[in-house]
T-cell receptor, first 117, second 113 residues
Framework: GAVVSQHPSWVICKSGTSVKIECRSL??????MFWYRQFPKQSLMLMAT?????????EQGVEKDKFLINHASLTLSTLTVTSAHPEDSSFYIC?????????????FGPGTRLTVL | GENVEQHPSTLSVQEGDSAVIKCTYS??????FPWYKQELGKRPQLIID?????GEKKDQRIAVTLNKTAKHFSLHITETQPEDSAVYFC????????????FGAGTRLFVKA
């Protein structure tokens, strides 16, 4: 159990276009979903935390108007990179935390590799 | 906010030897400390975790220790095998009043056969 999927697994786009990444918890309800960005040979940097039905909380330095997060249901969160530029090229990983009380563990999606030309 | 430091950044050991990775955290409110293994281009995989009310936890060849007073926690891998080669991340989470996980910078472990 506790499977998280992401779609697409990779995407190549032209500079200036917008890209939407979906994160789904397949067999559990996620009270909270997290979006991370990972540049090559670097750590996972938390971008934002989203709770179902409420606005996402963004980390310092992350532009909320550029990285739009929607958490429409307990099983789906989307990250839209608006007007993507080459410096946005990165590995984007979501994770989900179960709604069960006291559950600390996060379950990670397989990641989406974004390449902006 | 929370800050997690991890050392060393690279670790090379001979097969069969032990590997130790150390982390420190800054926020005393952190109460959950997971360790992840990440292979190239893949998602992080939880390998062991420890909560703040426990000092040590072991799972076969992997053990984690936590010193809350010093805000230190460490990962110990014994009898290392080539397939243990990967990047390992420590993390610290605050689980009350919201939930957030901050990752260390990572340790690239090489196990030489």
């Amino acid at each position: 159990g506790a499977v998280v999927s992401q779609h697409p697994s990779w995407v190549i786009c032209k500079s200036g276009t917008s890209v939407k990444i979906e994160c789904r918890s397949l067999d559990f309800q996620a009270t909270t979903m997290f979006w991370y960005r990972q540049f090559p040979k670097q750590s996972l940097m938390l971008m934002a935390t989203s709770n179902e039905g409420s606005k996402a909380t963004y980390e310092q330095g992350v532009e909320k108007d550029k990285f739009l997060i929607n958490h429409a249901s307990l099983t789906l969160s989307t990250l839209t990179v608006t007007s993507a530029h080459p410096e946005d090229s990165s590995f984007y990983i979501c994770s989900a935390r179960a709604a069960a009380r006291g559950a600390n563990e996060q379950f990670f999606g397989p990641g989406t590799r974004l390449t902006v030309l | 906010g929370e800050n997690v430091e991890q050392h060393p950044s690279t670790l090379s050991v001979q097969e069969g030897d032990s590997a130790v990775i150390k982390c420190t955290y800054s926020d005393s409110a952190s109460n959950y400390f997971p360790w992840y293994k990440q292979e190239l281009g893949k998602r992080p995989q939880l390998i062991i975790d420890i909560r703040s009310n426990v000092g040590e936890k072991k799972d076969q060849r992997i053990a984690v220790t936590l010193n809350k007073t010093a805000k230190h926690f460490s990962l110990h891998i014994t009898e290392t095998q080539p397939e243990d080669s990967a990047v390992y991340f420590c993390a610290a989470s605050i689980g009350t009043g919201g939930f957030k996980t901050i990752f260390g910078a990572g340790t690239r472990l090489f196990v030489k056969a």
